[in-house]
């Protein structure tokens, strides 16, 4: 999964960039060097990137079809983060972090509203 998150970074940064805000380009970047032992996608860059990608999903800005397959590697960059996170979780605690998460999108709304009303 990271390694197709890597290759995504290398491949797909052309439509990433009609989509991200340029410090998010850069995280994600960043993101990419880092080694499989340290690799980690916070959830507050993982709430911008799919914000960013329903408004640019919204607004057709870039072909849909291309956009959603664009962020099969992001999703799997997020899922091989959570799993390294979790690995030893009991599911209570995964059920605790999942909860986590949602309250992140909830926290990060205005993100989306700004972003969605200036385009």
């Known amino acids: ?41 916070p959830q507050d860059l993982w709430v911008r990137v799919v914000y960013d990608f329903a408004i640019a999903y919204s607004k ?19 899922v091989a983060s959570f799993v390294r996170e979790n690995w030893d979780s009991s599911a209570k605690e995964v059920e605790e972090k999942i909860e986590h998460l949602c309250e992140v999108f909830e926290q990060m709304k205005p993100y989306l509203i700004e972003r969605w009303t200036t385009g």
């Open 1 to 41: 999964m990271i390694e197709n998150f890597r290759l995504g970074v290398k491949d797909l940064m052309e439509i990433w960039r009609k989509v991200l805000l340029h410090d998010t380009v850069v995280w994600l970047e960043s993101i990419g060097r880092l080694s499989n032992e340290a690799f980690s996608f």
């Open 60 to 78: 057709g800005s870039v072909h849909r079809e291309h956009l959603l397959k664009s962020m099969i590697p992001l999703y799997l960059g997020r």
